[in-house]
């Protein structure tokens, strides 16, 4: 069936690292996404990699794709309070796509 | 250009009463989602539509859901005889080209609380 799993919630301590991990179903995605949805406001694209892919990097994101497992991860270095989200994995699938849960991000301190 | 909008932004019912949301994509965008995020939950697919096909309804819940669109412009997303359960956030969100090759837009997001 359809499935995006993802743990629901993240600690992290202001200026570590945060490492949100998803797993999916589909071997035929092409396309694998992290969405940020932020307190009142709506989802927004945060970054995405192709399948064909095992690693992207955009800045303070790194996003890693193991294909074989069907694990995908994102990493956010030196996490801010800004980074306080909640963030959803989704696959393409198809006609469309399946999110995730969303794992939501609590920043200490 | 505008983003994607919904209206009304909140709406508040009694259960058993018909509502009425709307989405209006981004101009020249040729496929529209609908989901459902209820409180503390993950985005709930509801239906598709890319241009002039059959739309996907694969995810409505029940039969008191139904959506139209005309041609690539506004969708209304139509609940009869809401019940408790179907409070929630309905995002809208649209796409330029086949979704499963691009990120998809969203909306704002209206609110129904069905009392």
């Known amino acids: 069936g359809e499935d995006v799993e993802q743990s629901l919630f993240l600690s992290v301590r202001e200026g570590d690292s945060s490492v949100i991990n998803c797993t999916y179903t589909?071997?035929?995605?092409?396309?694998l996404y992290w969405y940020k949805q932020e307190p009142g406001a709506g989802l927004q694209l945060l970054t995405y990699?192709?399948?064909?892919?095992d690693m992207k990097q955009d800045q303070r994101l790194t996003v890693l794709l193991n294909k074989k497992d069907k694990h995908l991860s994102l990493r956010i270095a030196d996490t801010q309070t800004g980074d306080s989200a909640i963030y959803f994995c989704?696959?393409?699938?198809?006609?469309?796509?399946?999110f995730g849960k969303g794992t939501r991000l609590h920043i200490l301190p | 250009g505008a983003g994607v909008s919904q209206s009304p932004s909140n709406k508040v019912t009694e259960k058993g009463k018909d509502v009425e949301l709307r989405c209006d994509p981004i101009?020249?965008?040729?496929?529209l989602y609908w989901y459902r995020q209820r409180l503390g939950q993950g985005l709930e697919f509801l239906i598709y539509?890319?241009?002039?096909?059959?739309?996907?309804k694969s995810g409505l819940p029940s039969d008191r859901f139904s959506a139209e669109r005309t041609g690539e412009s506004v969708s209304t997303l139509t609940i009869q005889r809401t019940q408790q359960e179907d409070s929630a956030v309905y995002l809208c969100?649209?796409?330029?080209?086949?979704?499963?090759?691009?990120?998809?837009?969203f909306g704002p997001g209206t609110r129904l609380t069905v009392l």
């Open positions: 989704a696959e393409s699938m198809k006609n469309k796509i399946i």
């Open positions: 101009s020249g965008h040729t496929a």
């Open positions: 539509f890319q241009g002039n096909s059959a739309p996907d």
């Open positions: 589909d071997s035929s995605s092409t396309y």
């Open positions: 990699i192709f399948s064909n892919m």
């Open positions: 969100a649209s796409s330029p080209r086949d979704p499963a090759l691009g990120e998809q837009f």
